[in-house]
């Protein structure tokens, strides 16, 4: 009974430490996003995201060896759970295209894409970073259009649906840009009304 005992509490000390790892993980990644949000690229170091996180600098450079490791990761993450709280919305597939264009265009008005802006400014002049944040933004940019021709019932086989939709995206970032400036919903509903009207003029012509 002893020898169980003994080997036993190593594997159950275990989890929880691998537990609080993958909390500790996703709590500096969430902080990332945040103050790349906020403060944008020079104003985001390892020290102050370890600080809002709660964690030290030493905890934080055990996840992320580098800064540009931290922030790469971040906004990957956060555009991971906001495609998958996409499809949540809409379970069943292919559903009303207002909505569906309305969830696309919140993608590009929060915060995630105010970090990712930041990103991709401090990309334009950071070699290091650039190749790394290109990667990222093809790998993002393939997966939300994978998932709009799936919630438009879009047929991409057909001449010019697949510009269409990524027309769509297209405009729906730049509401994003213009929302930095001033928030006017009013406008994005009337611009999501018409664009839902030509979706549905122009994917579903025979």
């Known amino acids: 009974m002893e020898v169980v005992a003994t080997e036993s509490a190593p594997r159950t000390q275990r989890a929880p430490k ?28 390892v020290s102050v995201v370890a600080e809002r996180a709660g964690v030290s600098r030493g905890a934080a450079q055990h996840h992320f060896r ?66 790394r944040v290109t990667e990222l933004e093809a790998h993002v940019g393939r997966e939300t259009h994978r998932i709009a021709v799936e919630l438009l019932g879009a047929d991409e086989s057909r001449p010019g649906v697949r510009e269409t939709v990524q027309g769509l995206l297209d405009m729906s970032r730049g509401l994003g840009l213009a929302n930095l400036l001033t928030d006017d919903g009013g406008r994005r509903d009337r611009v999501v009304a018409q664009w839902a009207k030509l979706l549905d003029e122009s994917l579903d012509r025979p």
């Open 66 to 131: 580098t800064r540009e490791d931290l922030f790469t990761a971040a906004v990957e993450y956060v555009a991971e759970e906001r495609s998958t709280a996409l499809r949540a919305l809409f379970p069943d597939g292919a559903a009303d295209r207002r909505a569906v264009v309305a969830a696309l265009v919140d993608l590009y008005t929060g915060p995630l894409f105010r970090a990712a802006l930041h990103l991709w400014v401090a990309a334009s002049n950071e070699e290091q970073l650039r190749s």
């Open 18 to 45: 691998q537990d609080r790892s993958r909390a500790t993980r996703q709590r500096l990644l969430e902080a990332a996003v945040s103050c790349l949000a906020e403060h944008g690229w020079a104003g985001s170091t």
